[in-house]
């Protein structure tokens, strides 16, 4: 797939909470053709301390629009210098990145897309695109408390959401491997994204019960696209780069 | 039109743009950004003998205007390199290098004799300064006997253009670079990475796998700057210079301190059209300055 580098413009820039924001940006051209699961490499400007670009996830891609969206936590200063990105703004984007989810082979298979913090940024459009593909989804989100829970009625547009919250404040408390739907149903197909321990528990699962499982993965990276070898996981096949071979790994393959 | 060729010992560039090992893949992974044969040459992957899987992650970590890493020239082998990945770069009208490395001397002179036999490949870069492998690497490019040493045994069976890759972990470079010219060396280039550390207060752990990596990026360029300047008074062989090249002004700082090339590495991460731009950047200061051939800059440096 052909990657482009290119300066999309800022239309929105919405605080979901005090961490978390959803940035719109709007593509000159028409925007290139993007899977679910890709990533895109931002270029942070006046950010003195952030030499590399930063990648995100592709949360929305709103053809109609032109536009895709990014969902962002703040958790050091190239976030929270994007995070005050005003609307009109440019950004400078390396993009489309990474490898994609896999669809399943039956249309009548049981679904589970489970994320946990900014984790559920690819879930969304992944959702959005088997949905519009005619498969039924269900939506697996956990958050440390009700506030965390983000973008609950997009994930609605597209399939059943359940949540877990550590607290309690929202759906079952408790963390997202806990949940009653996964005593309660059947699935055929689970896909994850999130921290490293709640994607290890997913996995787990998948594997006691042997359902086929994608787990997309956040190493740090410097380049994105395939140069210089930072990004590696540990697989079956050796050290290969998560930013070309992944994001989005099976976890038969996966050393872990 | 201004004349940008430039010559490396045995061998004429047809620009002074360079693209560094190790930070441009095998060229393939830049074919989107801008056509790979406007360049003066590109450096392919580190190469070893045999298939190597580097080091574990995490293998990178940034820091103030650069970056470490801890790749540990992860790579398929020479073999593979000659039957699957040297096909795929014929077309390129552009120079192409690879860098060679070995934990022994015999791993290099094998390494290169197999890249001698490759028509399209008219020079090698023999890495004796990589920083994150255990064995052979820098431990090659640290003191002059074994520098001398390993350079004589290549130069025995590599017939073409051998450019050596210094370290600048070392207390004087110079040194190291008149001991492989000495040896047969066409020409040196430097800098490779500068050893350094990353740590997390908060874990109280090292960022890197490795505990020390490589450094690279803007926040080598002074050092590398001086090293590329001694170096060129030093001897007499074509120098090539890098280390935290950018911009256009950068390239010329390094052209005018004495290097007949230049090699661009970490800011392809960061724009990955960086070798044109800086290329086009080189030709605009020459128009502006009334400079016709790139030759005329190298060395410049008016002190
Ligand atoms: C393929 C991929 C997709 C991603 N998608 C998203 C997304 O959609 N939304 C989002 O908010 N973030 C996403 N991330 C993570 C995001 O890239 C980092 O949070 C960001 O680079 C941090 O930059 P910073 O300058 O704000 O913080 P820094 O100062 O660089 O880091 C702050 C803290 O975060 C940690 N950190 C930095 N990068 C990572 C990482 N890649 N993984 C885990 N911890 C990290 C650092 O160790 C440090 O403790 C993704 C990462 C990858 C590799
Ligand atoms: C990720 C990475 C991998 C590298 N791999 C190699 C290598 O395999 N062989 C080598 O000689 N130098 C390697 N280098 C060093 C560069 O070629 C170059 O000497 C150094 O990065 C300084 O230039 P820069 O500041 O422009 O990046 C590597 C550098 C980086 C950042
Ligand atoms: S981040 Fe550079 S190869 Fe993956």
Redesign the interface.
């Known amino acids: 797939m052909?990657?482009?580098?290119s300066d999309l413009i800022v239309t929105e820039n919405t605080p979901l909470n005090d961490q978390y924001f959803l940035l719109k940006l709007k593509a000159e051209n028409e925007l290139p053709v993007i899977m679910p699961g890709q990533f895109a490499e931002v270029?942070v400007e006046d950010s003195p301390?952030t030499?590399?670009?930063r990648p995100i996830s592709i949360n929305y891609v709103d053809r109609n629009r032109n536009e895709i969206w990014l969902l962002i936590q703040i958790v050091g200063p190239g976030t929270l210098q994007l995070s005050k990105l005003r609307p009109g703004k440019l950004l400078n984007l390396?993009y489309p990145l990474g490898n994609s989810f896999t669809y399943p082979v039956r249309k009548d298979a049981n679904l589970l897309l489970v994320g946990g913090g900014v984790g559920i940024a690819p879930m969304l459009f992944w959702g959005a695109q088997l949905a519009a593909e005619g498969f039924h989804c269900n939506f697996l989100i956990g958050g440390r408390s009700q506030s965390n829970l983000l973008l609950l009625d997009e994930f609605k547009k597209y399939g059943e959401v359940y949540c877990t919250t550590e607290d309690g404040s929202s759906g079952e408390k408790g963390f997202v491997i806990h949940h009653s739907l996964l005593q309660n149903q059947k699935f055929d197909a689970i896909y994850t994204c999130g921290p490293t321990p709640m994607m290890k528990a997913v996995a787990g699962y998948a594997a006691d019960n042997a359902v086929f499982c994608e787990v997309s993965l956040e190493?740090?990276?410097?380049?994105?696209?395939?140069?210089?070898?930072?990004?590696?996981?540990?697989t079956t096949d050796?050290?290969v780069c998560v930013c070309t071979e992944g994001p989005v790994f099976n976890i038969t393959k996966l050393k872990w | 039109m201004v004349d940008l060729k430039v010559n490396l010992g045995t061998l004429q560039l047809k620009n002074p743009v360079m693209t560094a090992s190790g930070t441009f893949g095998y060229g393939t992974e830049y074919y989107d950004f801008f056509d790979v044969s406007r360049i003066g040459g590109i450096v392919v992957k580190g190469t070893t003998l045999r298939d190597r899987q580097g080091n574990k992650y995490p293998r990178m970590a940034e820091t103030p205007s650069g970056m470490l890493n801890a790749v540990g020239l992860q790579n398929k082998g020479v073999n593979y390199f000659a039957e699957k990945i040297y096909p795929t770069l014929l077309d390129l009208d552009t120079s192409i290098f690879v860098n060679v490395s070995g934990s022994t001397v015999e791993e290099y002179v094998e390494t290169a004799e197999i890249i001698n036999e490759l028509d399209h490949i008219p020079g090698i870069e023999l890495n004796i300064s990589c920083p994150n492998v255990k064995e052979g690497g820098m431990t090659f490019g640290t003191s002059c006997p074994s520098a001398a040493q390993v350079v004589k045994e290549v130069r025995r069976v590599y017939k073409k253009e051998l450019m050596v890759k210094l370290s600048p972990n070392v207390t004087s470079i110079s040194d190291i670079a008149l001991a492989v010219e000495a040896e047969g060396a066409d020409s040196v280039s430097l800098i490779n990475t500068l050893l350094g550390m990353a740590i997390d207060s908060e874990t109280r752990k090292p960022l890197l796998s490795t505990v020390t990596g490589g450094l690279s990026g803007p926040a080598v360029k002074p050092v590398a700057l001086r090293m590329v300047w001694q170096v060129a008074q030093a001897v007499k062989i074509p120098v090539v210079g890098m280390g935290g090249i950018m911009t256009a002004a950068d390239a010329i700082e390094f052209l005018l301190a004495g290097a007949a090339a230049i090699q661009i590495g970490t800011a392809n991460f960061i724009d990955p059209t960086a070798p044109v731009k800086v290329l086009e950047g080189i030709e605009a200061y020459m128009l502006r300055h009334k400079i016709n051939r790139v030759t005329d800059l190298i060395g410049a440096l008016e002190i």
Do not use: E, P, Q, Y
């Open positions: 052909k990657k482009f580098m270029k301390s030499f590399l670009r390396i190493n740090t990276m410097a380049c994105g696209f395939g140069a210089c070898l930072c990004c590696v996981t540990d050796g050290h």
